[in-house]
């Protein structure tokens, strides 16, 4: 289990230490209750019905017993200090076995093996001596030994809960992690086409400074509305991978390809001269995660061709239909002289983050340089019959 995963747990541990009770809290509270008075009272009646102790000695072992099944309601609380204590305990009073035994599975349970290694080493020590009080029937050796391999077998049946849970929560971490770094890359499309149209609209308010005040102020209008989109959309980003176990994820972004026209007219009213080509027929239904994938091909592309390409108009062309796959092509000229040092920085990921995306839906995604001098996005994404 990874570091974040145990960080997770130990939490987790210690939410479970703390919190109230739930109703499977106090399920399993008393049935560990039952089963140490059922083990205590077997336990007492085999030790006591060989051997003939005073009255005291008796006396004692039952109310040993006794605290020790009471004492099992802080096992989660203390589990170390409650699994050494009634280790000590039962090696007197017979009737605190089941209690021990409890509380040395809680301790495999909740805490990691080197504390579970001392309290053993102490049972160890002295199961010897309980012996010598409670003397058995048969060979002393064989039963020191019967003994230790039921400790043994109470340890790893505690260890192997513990490790089961551990992985859950592993799991459940790699899950959020894997969750919250598909959303930032929903958020860094989402942030780079919002910024790409902000510098363009700024652009052109920088090259044009005679330009009408109608212009002027649609184009502030643009960008003031980019730059707001943009905030919106880095919170949700960071509130997502803030976000803690059990809060509700805030709300982002999900296109699917009935918003492509609106994708394109927004780029149209930046000043990109954009082609736009459907070839898909009229009643095709495009699945929400195809239409996803797909939508964020093109927003890719067209912030690329605003990034690298300024001034240069881009042709996007979608095409497909069910059983054969649904292919996106962004194709624009690739510029030369001033406009290629004109670029707006990226940090070069986009493509990468379409290829990853392509490939985990099952499709493939090119891009490059073509022989006429163009740049080329080409992707195909599967489209189930």
């Known amino acids: 289990m990874g570091a974040a995963g145990a960080r997770a747990y130990a939490c987790r541990v210690d939410v479970e230490t703390t919190h109230r ?21 077997l336990a007492f009646a085999d030790a006591h019905g060989r051997n003939d102790y005073p009255a005291w000695f008796t006396a004692l ?32 009073c017979s009737s605190a076995a089941g209690a021990a035994l409890i509380a040395l599975f809680s301790l495999a349970v909740h805490r990691p093996w080197r504390q579970v290694a001392v309290v053993a080493a102490v049972a160890i020590v002295t199961q010897p001596l309980n012996l010598a009080l409670y003397p058995q029937e048969g060979s002393y ?41 598909r959303i930032a890359r929903e958020m860094h499309d989402v942030l780079a086409h919002r910024i ?43 509130g997502v991978l803030r976000e803690e176990p059990g809060e509700r994820a805030p709300e982002r972004p999900q296109p699917t390809l009935g ?28 699945p929400d995660a195809l239409g996803r994938n797909a939508y964020r091909i093109v927003q890719e592309g067209l912030t690329n061709a605003r990034k690298h390409a300024r001034g240069s108009a ?15 092509e962004v194709r624009n000229r690739l510029p030369v002289g001033a406009y290629a040092a004109a670029g707006i920085p990226g940090t070069g990921t986009g ?22 001098g163009d740049y080329r996005l080409w992707a195909w994404l599967p489209w189930p019959g």
Do not use: K
């Not at 399920?27 to 205590?40: K, N, Q």
């Not at 017993?65 to 000590?88: E, S, T």
């Open 141 to 181: 050796v064989v039963t020191l030994v019967v003994t230790f391999v039921f400790f043994g077998a109470v340890i790893a049946w505690g260890m192997f809960v513990r490790a089961r849970r551990q992985l859950r929560v592993s799991r459940l971490e790699h899950v959020r992690q894997q969750e919250r770094a």
């Open 259 to 286: 918003d492509l026209p609106a994708l394109i007219d927004e780029s149209r009213e930046a000043g990109v001269r954009v082609a736009y080509t459907w070839r898909l027929a009229s009643e095709a239904v495009v």
């Open 314 to 328: 881009v042709e996007v062309s979608v095409d497909g239909e069910p059983g054969t796959g649904l292919t996106i």
């Open 61 to 92: 072992d039952v109310a040993g017993g006794a605290a020790g099944c009471v004492a099992l309601w802080v096992r989660r609380r203390y589990p170390l200090g409650l699994a050494l204590a009634l280790a000590i305990v039962a090696t007197v």
């Open 196 to 238: 790409s149209l902000l510098s363009l609209h700024a652009g052109a308010l920088e090259f044009r400074p005679d330009a009408p005040p109608e212009e002027v102020a649609r184009a502030a209008g643009v960008i003031r509305a980019s730059a707001h989109q943009a905030l919106e959309d880095l919170r949700a980003v960071i």
């Open 351 to 372: 493509i990468v983050g379409l290829a990853e995306r392509a490939s985990l839906a099952g499709g493939r995604l090119e891009h490059g340089r073509t022989d006429a």
């Open 21 to 41: 009770r739930s109703r499977r809290d106090w399920t399993l509270d008393v049935l560990c209750l039952i089963v140490a008075v059922i083990i205590g009272v």
